[in-house]
């Protein structure tokens, strides 16, 4: 009855580099229905079986998906099941004369041999570096294994044993301990006189000293003294010695690494994860005399494991046709259960686009998909709900989950359900159908998305297989849409601001995005995962004389399904030109009211990058010869630098080019000055302070609405070129300066009506400044 076959399995030697990697062809075996199937591989070198088809046959009903089978088996070493419907997942009903032919390879993935340490160390004692190899072959990998990952070449410490140094000195003989890289330990100190010397020499009197050497040298790199009795501390060079020895043993101790652990747990099971290893720096030690032994090196290693992709579920289902008279309809007290293992642990990612149930009892039922948290804990990241109606009783249910409520699942994620305690779903005893017994819990109440479970809480139980089927459709990529111009932003953006939001797609509604990865050396922008923006981590580097910089940042996104989408963004920031406040685009004076050097405006100039300014005149008409303008810190005044000329055009008009500087940018404006005698009688203000070194005079000429204009003039005559002050002062006296107070707190507005323009910088463009008043 029991016919296995072993078709082939021939080995073919394929030499790949430095070593062959064994081919196979692949294991083929054949059964008959109600047979045990044993499929194995061989244990010592780990292998596992990966199915690579299936051909099920009873009569004319051929199924050829692997599926069941590849659940059983696959990456176990060996595995054993009864050849069965049930087991194969196949619908070409029970009880038949069936065969069943499978295919699968043994994977052998490699593993590295031991270091080989045969290369010489450069030192005997003291610890030193030697390079070391190992090659991929305990075992080879076969084909369809994974070579090795992690390195083939290292350099390990050697000889790392303390070099002991050991000697003896005459009186009087400077002694230098110098333990390079190391501290000293002071393991033998004797200071000892004889009577005769060299071969002669027996002690007669000896003190130990080590205490006193200890406490002098030890924990030191280097340690200088004389040997006399002065510095052991004893009275030893009698008149009755020829020859007083010190004779000393000590230990330089040198930091060295301690064996590297055994490499940490892969942080995923597919998709690229990372493991890490340590190793500890020995006698590391901050000496006494300022010197630092650590070892070379790191003491932290990594390398990327499971880099095979993970699967994606491909609209997989298993078929229980054959059961559904035997199904029991649970009775115990409770609203569902959590699946453990057995088919109901996802062991691939996609979306669940059908649920199906042979229902027992009618009511609504809840499916749920909960995600392993930590300590045992599940959370709910997804439910569907459906409803049994009594035409649905005891017969296979399908329903199908609309796109947008497709819950998203991925590698370890667990099946589960509940009801409002009508046990809706039926099962079967676990063991009478020969299966692997899923290990379920009960649930005690209703789950909502978001909920965690402890299942340590819950009561188990194992015996009994519930029918619960799904198929599933692929999880696709994330998307993310980022203009297609670069971001240009201003250099001066505080630290935290916003640069820039990235707008994330995700066409799989329940997708959850997996890593966000803006690359971590980015000295500049760091990525805000919660609000999914990027932000200003560092002070913009500025450079006088630069307008704009660029910078390159690359996103990486992962999301359930190990989905990668990355983007190269580039951002651009530019110098911000110099802002002007306070400022008007027509003035009216009347030169009546202007004395000497006076001075008819002010405005402030500020550069958001906070750098120095410098604002000029550019020649226009007449003006540059009849005003000037000067600069005290922020501030810029304009006055009247030809008093006598101005007075001669009792009604003209001037325009003035003004440009501020900010060493990179320029930013022009101009300003219409008009000469008007105030013929108009119009109230003047005309305010003098009473603080004698100080005199504000404001002239305004105010025209009403019947009037033409308003003329408001300040005329400050400040003695001892307290310029600075005079605003403030201004303010301080609350006098009415409209025109010329200026709120040095306010933030600088830019102009709306005055025409800015910023030009770029010549290279040694001259700027000519009024002479500023510096006291
Ligand atoms: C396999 O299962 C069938 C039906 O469930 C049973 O009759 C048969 O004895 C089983 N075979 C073995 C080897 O256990
Ligand atoms: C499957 O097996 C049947 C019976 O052994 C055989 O007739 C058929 O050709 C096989 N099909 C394939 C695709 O191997
Ligand atoms: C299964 O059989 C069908 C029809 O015989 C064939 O089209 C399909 O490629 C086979 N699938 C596999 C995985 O062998
Ligand atoms: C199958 O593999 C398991 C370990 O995975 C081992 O304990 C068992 O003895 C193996 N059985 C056979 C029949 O090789
Ligand atoms: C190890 O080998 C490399 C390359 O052959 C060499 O540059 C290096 O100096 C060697 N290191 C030691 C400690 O010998
Ligand atoms: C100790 O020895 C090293 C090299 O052997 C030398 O560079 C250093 O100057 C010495 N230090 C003292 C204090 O003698
Ligand atoms: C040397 O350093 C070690 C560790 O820091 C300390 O335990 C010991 O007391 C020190 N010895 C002396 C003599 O300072
Ligand atoms: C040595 O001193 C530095 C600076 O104080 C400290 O950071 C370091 O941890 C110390 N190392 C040891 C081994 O004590
Ligand atoms: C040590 O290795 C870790 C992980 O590979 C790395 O993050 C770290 O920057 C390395 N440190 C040094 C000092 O090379
Ligand atoms: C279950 O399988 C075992 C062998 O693994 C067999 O001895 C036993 O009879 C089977 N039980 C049933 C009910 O099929
Ligand atoms: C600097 O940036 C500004 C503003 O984005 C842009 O208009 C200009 O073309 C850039 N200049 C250079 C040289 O990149
Ligand atoms: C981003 O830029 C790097 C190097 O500049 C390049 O290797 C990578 O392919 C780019 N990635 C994308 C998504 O454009």
Known sequence: MKSVRLIASALLLVTVGSYSIPFADPIVKMYTESEMAHLTCSEQFDEHIEILSINYTNGICIHNETFGVKNICNGKTNCSFNVSNINIGSSCGAKGSATLQVEYDCIRNGGWSDWNTSASCQVTCGGAFRNVTRTCSNPYPNEGGSACTGNAFDEQPCNTNNCIDQDSACLDTPINWNCTNGYIEVNKAVWEASRLCNDGYTSFISHNVIKRMQTRCNNRTTC??????????????????????????????????????????????????????????????????????????????????????????????????????????????????????????????????????????????????????????????????????????????????????????????????????????????????????????????????????????????????????????????????????????????????????????????????????LDYDNEYFYFDTKLRSVHVKKTLPHVVGQRNSTFNIVLTFEDSCFNFASANITITSFNAPPEVSGFTDELIIDPSKLSNDSRFHIFIVQDPSDENISCGMKSASHSIEMFGLEMKDNDAYLRVSNHSAISNYSSSEYELVIFCDDGTDETIFKLTVLIRSAENDQPIDIISTDKTDLHVVIIGVCASVSVLFVILFILALIRNCQSQHSTKEKSERGLNTDLSTIDKTAKPNPYIEMEQVVVQQKANASVETPAVCNH
């Open 224 to 517: 200088l003294f004389t040997a006399n009795d002065h510095t052991f501390g004893v009275s030893c060079s009698t008149l009755n010695s020829r020859c007083t020895i010190f004779e000393y043993v000590y230990t330089c101790i040198k930091a060295a690494w301690d064996d590297w652990s055994s490499w940490s747990e892969c942080t995923k099971s597919c998709g690229s994860g990372i493991q890490t290893r340590k190793r500890q720096c020995l006698n590391q030690m901050n000496t006494t005399d300022g010197h630092t032994t650590d070892c070379e090196g790191n003491g932290t290693g990594s390398r990327s494991c499971n880099t095979d992709l993970c699967p994606y579920c491909h609209d997989n289902k298993f078929q229980y046709t054959s059961i559904q008279s035997d199904l029991k309809a649970d009775n115990s007290s409770g609203s569902g259960y959590l699946m453990l293992n057995g088919i109901y642990t996802l062991t691939c990612c996609g979306r669940i686009k059908m649920w199906e149930i042979i229902p027992v009892n009618t009511g609504r039922l809840t499916f749920l998909i909960m995600r392993k948290t930590s300590n045992n804990k599940y959370k709910c990241v997804g439910s569907n709900q459906i409803k049994i109606s009594a035409k649905d009783l005891r017969k296979s249910k399908q329903f199908n989950v609309s796109e947008d409520k497709r819950i998203v699942i991925t590698q370890g994620d667990i099946i589960g359900w509940f009801d409002s305690g009508n046990n809706i779903v039926g099962f079967l005893d676990c063991l009478s159908i020969n299966q692997t017994c899923p290990l379920s819990y009960r649930l005690n109440s209703n789950v909502g998305e978001g909920d965690i479970i402890d299942t340590e809480s819950l009561r188990s139980t194992s015996d009994r297989s519930y029918y619960v089927e799904y198929s599933t459709s692929e999880n696709r990529p994330i998307t993310f849409y980022l203009p297609s111009k670069p971001i240009t932003i201003p250099d001066h953006l505080n630290i935290d601001s916003i640069v820039m939001t990235v707008p994330i797609y995700d066409p799989d509604y329940g997708d959850y995005i997996h890593d966000v990865k």
